[in-house]
T-cell receptor, first 114, second 116 residues
């Protein structure tokens, strides 16, 4: 089955710096790669996703890149702000007619200090 | 548009008891998935329901069971609770269209279960 590895487990940056979180996956059949942000006491919130037919996607300060050959994908946050502090999870799945079963990484705790 | 709502938000049970958790899906969504999130870990897929039938299951024993109702709301039932069942249980809704699925899952705030 699918296995997702996520690094680093913790990341501390200064406000305004960039943050990069990297994930690798094992199942070459996976075709959907979302990123979630989870704040303390809340459920995960989808922040960006990418599908296997796309190499890069950007939404304001957030971007995700996908390398299908190497089976890894990364989240890039530019101009970090204190409100970006949270736990970030990557996930991988195979979307088919039956739906989507996400396999999550173990998370990265991002701390942005002002 | 109403988001995913879960109840109860917190509950405490003792080992051996049974628990039922409830979820109302986001407006317009017809697929519900359940995930277990242990402290400090990523969510783990339990199962998914589409059109009132289970159509995918993770590595969880049969004492974890569920239902989906005609209005697309859902229940997660756990029998014979064990200490390791203590976790945040997350419900996620999504949209499945005949022969396809959007993939995007939207999570609720979760139900925090403590087993003593």
């Amino acid at each position: 089955g699918e296995n997702v590895e996520q690094h680093p487990s913790t990341l501390s940056v200064q406000e305004g710096d960039s943050a990069v979180i990297k994930c690798t996956y094992s199942d070459s059949a996976s075709n959907y790669f979302p990123w979630y942000k989870q704040e303390l006491g809340k459920g995960p919130q989808l922040i960006i996703d990418i599908r296997s037919n796309v190499g890069e996607k950007k939404d304001q300060r957030i971007a995700v890149t996908l390398n299908k050959t190497a089976k890894h994908f990364s989240l890039h946050i530019t101009e970090t702000q204190p409100e970006d502090s949270a736990v970030y999870f990557c996930a991988a799945s195979l979307i088919n007619q039956a739906g989507t079963a996400l396999i999550f990484g173990k998370g990265t705790t991002l701390s942005v200090s002002s | 548009e109403t988001g995913v709502t879960q109840s109860p938000t917190h509950l405490i049970k003792t080992r051996g008891q049974q628990v039922t958790l409830r979820c109302s899906s986001q407006s317009g969504h017809n697929t519900v998935s359940w995930y277990q999130q242990a402290l400090g870990q990523g969510p783990q897929f339990i199962f998914q329901y589409y059109r009132e039938e289970e159509n995918g299951r993770g590595n969880f024993p049969p004492r974890f069971s569920g239902l989906q109702f005609p209005n697309y709301s859902s229940e997660l039932n756990v029998n014979a609770l064990e200490l390791d069942d203590s976790a945040l249980y997350l419900c996620a809704s999504s949209l499945g269209v005949a022969g396809a699925h959007t993939g995007e899952l939207f999570f609720g705030e979760g139900s925090r279960l403590t087993v003593l």
